[in-house]
């Protein structure tokens, strides 16, 4: 396959796209997001790849969805065109874990696509938020729903808000990423954590991917009650 706004590459087992739209800070368009959704599956499906990391470039992971593209659209195109979760959250539908090296801004929808990853690895100089409100819009893809349950209430609400950023640091201590390091090691972390990854069983890491997935996304009770298939009243 070949892509314009992305590249892959691997290593090893490990299944790389970096996002590559440089002099647009990697503003998230339809095509991106196409392509993006088109290589993890693929990846997905390929035998030979156990895990894959996103990541950007130094200064962005991602500056937000393409504001100039959105620009235009009219609520009827957004709603008929199921814009967002059309191809944004194909993603969410890869089984293999997909993790997010994220360096620079990842603001927006750019913070939304960390979120849908299985876990964030940031460097030194990475800048987190949801800046939308700033637009007179509100986060669309996620930053509602995962940011309060990553970094809690008090701060998903600061982030929306005031559009404020969130450093390295403070996400790191507010649970939304799982390690800090400096920027030149960001790959080598990324990559190191992916090929641990790549040695276990791969039926285990789906599973357990799922199963934290289900418990991040379900209620409690959902999860007791399919434990208990069928349900005792029937
Ligand atoms: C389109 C973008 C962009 C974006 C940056 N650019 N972010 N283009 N969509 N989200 C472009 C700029 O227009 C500029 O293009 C080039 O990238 C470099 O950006 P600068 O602003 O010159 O860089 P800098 O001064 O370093 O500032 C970086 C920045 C700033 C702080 C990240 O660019 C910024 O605030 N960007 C917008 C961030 C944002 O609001 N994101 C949320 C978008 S809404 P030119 O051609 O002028 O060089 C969203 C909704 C998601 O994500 C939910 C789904 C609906």
Request: charged share 25%; hydrophobic share 45%.
């Amino acid at each position: 396959m070949s892509f314009e706004l992305i590249t892959t590459r691997t290593e090893g087992r490990v299944g790389i796209v970096t996002l590559n739209r440089p002099k647009q800070l990697n503003a998230l368009n339809d095509q991106l997001m196409n392509e993006l959704g088109q290589a993890l599956k693929g990846f997905d499906d390929d035998a030979d790849i156990g895990c894959m990391i996103v990541t950007g470039s130094e200064k962005a992971f991602a500056a937000g969805a393409d504001i100039g593209a959105m620009a235009k659209y009219t609520f009827a195109d957004v709603y008929s065109g199921d814009y967002i979760t059309r191809n944004w959250e194909t993603i969410r539908s890869v089984r293999k874990p997909v993790i997010a090296a994220v360096s620079g801004f990842a603001l927006g929808g750019g913070c939304e696509l960390a979120m849908m990853c299985d876990f964030i690895i940031a460097a030194d100089n990475a800048k987190f938020g949801q800046p939308e409100i700033k637009l007179g819009i509100i986060p669309g893809a996620g930053g509602t729903q995962r940011l309060p349950r990553a970094v809690g209430k008090a701060k998903a609400m600061d982030m929306a808000l005031t559009g404020r950023m969130m450093d390295a640091t403070e996400a790191e201590r507010a649970g939304l990423v799982s390690r800090v390091v400096p920027l030149d090691k960001l790959m080598d972390e990324a990559l190191g954590a992916a090929l641990m990854i790549c040695e276990y069983s791969l039926p285990s890491v789906m599973a357990a991917k799922e199963c934290v997935n289900r418990a991040f996304e379900g209620g409690l009770r959902v999860l007791h009650a399919a434990r208990q298939w069928p349900p005792a009243d029937h």
